[in-house]
């Protein structure tokens, strides 16, 4: 049973990753389209409940990460982290 429930965990922190990784590439998208507003709503949506998103913006250069901890987990002190990069497009913002 204990092999069972840690399998199950790892498959939801797995899923929670691939949720990760799409919120920051959506997030640096819709950023780098001049519309980071949208982004990081589009990310908090996609995102595990209480995942932190932070945009950074340099020059042309746009960076989102998302930080979050598997939710019901028997995998204590697990992390989620996922990182995008983008260009900033030609209509883009120019931050």
């Known amino acids: 049973m204990l092999v069972l429930g840690l399998s199950l965990s790892a498959l939801s922190a797995a899923i929670a990753q691939v949720h990760c990784i799409d919120a920051a590439r ?18 908090t949506e996609i995102a595990p ?20 901890t598997p939710p019901n987990t028997l995998l204590p002190g697990l992390h989620l982290h996922a990182k995008a990069v983008a260009i900033r497009e030609p209509n883009g913002p120019s931050g």
């Open 49 to 68: 409940k209480n995942a932190e998103i932070n945009i950074n913006m340099t020059g042309e250069h746009i960076e989102v990460e998302v930080h979050a």
């Open 26 to 43: 959506e997030a640096a998208r819709l950023t780098a389209q001049g519309d980071p507003d949208r982004g990081i709503a589009a990310a």
